[in-house]
């Protein structure tokens, strides 16, 4: 009988220059990160993507996690965890954007948030928030406006 042996590795797909504090403190440092490397607000269809940290809120990682559709995202707890254990992180903010420039969340994106923070939670990780990138520099954030706890 033979047994196939398989090897998961990170490659690096590329390097962003990043200028902004590499510590998270505040879902308004959340959302600029975001924008400075996503460069979400101006993008035509939704895009869900992380930011991956470490114990200390240090950025170790971002990734591009799914690009949805005009205006949906289709992500999958298994799309995330798996590149949040890759990063080796303690904790994950996720980030999307809203192409028609509102970023008041939608039943989907509550919805979501509840299924990731259940996944995270069985996983060791936390989710710390949810940012929606909206036009002009606005965003929304779970943790200001709503307990992350759903």
């Known amino acids: 009988m033979l047994i196939t042996f398989q090897k998961l ?17 505040s879902p308004n ?3 600029h990160a975001f924008q400075a490397i996503f460069e979400l ?7 869900f993507c992380a930011l991956f940290l470490n114990t200390k809120n240090k950025i170790i990682g971002a990734a591009e996690i799914s690009h ?8 999958h707890p298994r799309e995330l965890f ?7 992180a ?3 903010i996720i980030g999307h954007n809203h192409p028609s420039g509102d970023p008041e969340p939608s039943r ?5 948030l509840t299924k990731l923070k259940e996944a995270g939670e069985i996983l060791g990780i936390r989710i ?10 606005g965003f929304y954030s779970f943790s200001l406006h709503k307990p992350i706890i759903i």
């Open 90 to 92: 303690a904790a994950v």
């Open 9 to 25: 590795a990170i490659v690096k797909e590329e390097k962003k220059r990043y200028s902004l504090e590499p510590f998270i403190q």
């Open 29 to 31: 440092e959340a959302a």
């Open 68 to 75: 949805g559709t005009l205006n949906a995202s289709l992500a």
């Open 108 to 112: 989907e994106d509550i919805e979501l």
């Open 82 to 88: 798996k590149k949040a254990l890759f990063h080796n």
């Open 41 to 47: 607000e101006n993008a035509a269809e939704e895009i």
């Open 128 to 137: 710390l928030d949810q940012i929606i990138i909206g036009d002009n520099g």
